[in-house]
T-cell receptor, first 113, second 113 residues
Framework: GENVEQHPSTLSVQEGDSAVIKCTYS??????FPWYKQELGKRPQLIID?????GEKKDQRIAVTLNKTAKHFSLHITETQPEDSAVYFC????????????FGGGTRLMVKP | NAGVTQTPKFQVLKTGQSMTLQCAQD?????MYWYRQDPGMGLRLIYY???????DKGEVPNGYNVSRLNKREFSLRLESAAPSQTSVYFC????????????FGPGTRLLVL
């Protein structure tokens, strides 16, 4: 089955700096890669996603890049703000796995004011 | 439009007790999922239902059963709870077709003593 590794597990940045979270996946048939943000005690919420036919996608201060050859994808947050502090999860959907998502272990992002 | 709802929000069980976690969605989604989230770990899929009348095992199905009661409702049952099942349980739903996004419920926090 699919295996998703996420790094780093914790990330501390100064307000205004950029943050980058990286994920690798194992199944070359995976074709959909969402990113979820989870604030303390809340449900995961989708912040951005990318499909395998696209190399990069941007939405205001967040962007995701995908390298299919290397089987890795990354989340980039620019001009970080304290409200960006949360746990971020990447996931991959394998085309052979009945639309199941496999999640990475999560990254706790702390933005210091 | 409430989205995905879960009951109860919090439950304490003794080892060996049984209980059913309820999930409902009002978005007319075909697919529904049950995940568990343990500290420091990502979301792991327990069971899913691609459509009404079908259910399939996910990554960690042992100790659980599910019922897709109708298109709206997908319940998770613990027949004989164990301390290892202490976790936060999330239900999610997804519309079949081009939109891949999984929408999560608020979660059920379960403590098994």
């Amino acid at each position: 089955g699919e295996n998703v590794e996420q790094h780093p597990s914790t990330l501390s940045v100064q307000e205004g700096d950029s943050a980058v979270i990286k994920c690798t996946y194992s199944d070359s048939a995976s074709n959909y890669f969402p990113w979820y943000k989870q604030e303390l005690g809340k449900r995961p919420q989708l912040i951005i996603d990318i499909r395998s036919n696209v190399g990069e996608k941007k939405d205001q201060r967040i962007a995701v890049t995908l390298n299919k050859t290397a089987k890795h994808f990354s989340l980039h947050i620019t001009e970080t703000q304290p409200e960006d502090s949360a746990v971020y999860f990447c996931a991959a959907r394998s085309g052979n796995a009945g639309n199941m998502l496999t999640f990475g272990g999560g990254t706790r992002l702390m933005v210091k004011p | 439009n409430a989205g995905v709802t879960q009951t109860p929000k919090f439950q304490v069980l003794k080892t060996g007790q049984s209980m059913t976690l309820q999930c409902a969605q009002d978005m007319n989604h075909n697919s529904m999922y049950w995940y568990r989230q343990d500290p420091g770990m990502g979301l792991r899929l327990i069971y899913y239902s691609a459509s009404e009348g079908t259910t399939d095992k996910g990554e960690v199905p042992n100790g659980y059963n599910v019922s897709r009661l109708n298109k709206r409702e997908f319940s998770l049952r613990l027949e004989s709870a164990a301390p290892s099942q202490t976790s936060v349980y999330f239900c999610a739903s997804r519309q079949q077709g081009a939109r891949e996004t999984q929408y999560f419920g608020p979660g059920t926090r379960l403590l098994v003593l």
